[in-house]
């Protein structure tokens, strides 16, 4: 196992911060010859070829990592799963629609297949260990939502803990590429505090299916939590 120098790596510009490490990162393994099962540079070292700052660099290897590109070993560092160019990273999908209403309805046909078929796997591959996140995020989100009447960020949190459930890298990737769509049905679509709130007790029954492991009622909640998502759509939008 081969341990690179960091040569060839160059501070970046300000803009494009995340993509431009991915990218710097793509050249370095290329023009290093690096494979499988090499060490990469330190997040402290990338920092400081870069000129970027950790929280940056960090966000990087964990779009490597949902790419299953990269792996990061505790107390060891971060080791390369196999090689990738700059030509492999995937650009953001774009939503072309004028109107929030007609983005969130495109998305939404998206996530109904996607939500769908995650929580019925996350219901039958789920861990002991898994359930305890799913459980800790559902009750984050149920203490803010009866605080606050709203859980936005909570409520996409918990939705990534059955993502993560499936133990399919495949669905974070599928997510990544959706990321800036997706995220929008959790920050107060139309100025309403309200959206989807009717959803709500929903979240419980689906983590009971994933819980009991029954993939039949994990994919019905999440259908009737999306239902409702779209109604509010409909409704708020007039």
């Known amino acids: 196992m081969r341990k690179p120098s960091i040569d060839g790596l160059s501070p970046l510009p300000p803009a494009d911060r995340v993509e431009s490490v991915l990218r710097a990162m793509a050249g370095f393994i290329a023009q290093s010859k690096l494979g499988a099962g090499d060490r990469l540079p330190t997040e402290r070292q990338l920092t400081e070829a870069l000129a970027v700052g950790r929280s940056t660099v960090r966000e990087a290897i964990s779009q490597l990592q949902v790419m299953g590109v990269v792996e990061s070993r505790k107390g060891s560092g971060t080791y390369l799963l196999r090689p990738f160019s700059a030509d492999a990273i995937h650009m953001p999908l774009v939503i072309d629609a ?61 939705h990534l803990s ?77």
């Open 98 to 158: 004028a109107h929030l209403r007609d983005r969130l309805l495109q998305t939404l046909e998206v996530r109904r297949g996607i939500e769908m078929e995650a929580s019925a796997v996350a219901a039958l591959r789920r861990t002991p260990a898994d359930l305890v996140v799913i459980e800790e995020k559902l009750d984050q989100m149920e203490r803010v939502h009866i605080a606050k009447g709203t859980s936005g960020r909570e409520d996409l949190a918990y």
């Open 162 to 238: 059955i993502y993560d459930a499936t133990h399919n890298p495949l669905f974070r990737q599928l997510l990544e590429q959706i990321r800036e769509a997706f995220e929008s049905f959790f920050d107060e679509p139309f100025d309403r505090p309200d959206f989807a709130r009717r959803s709500f007790p929903f979240h419980r029954e689906l983590f009971d299916a994933i819980r009991d492991q029954d993939a039949p009622k994990a994919r019905a909640k999440t259908l009737a939590i999306l239902d409702i998502v779209e109604e509010d759509i409909k409704d708020m939008s007039q």
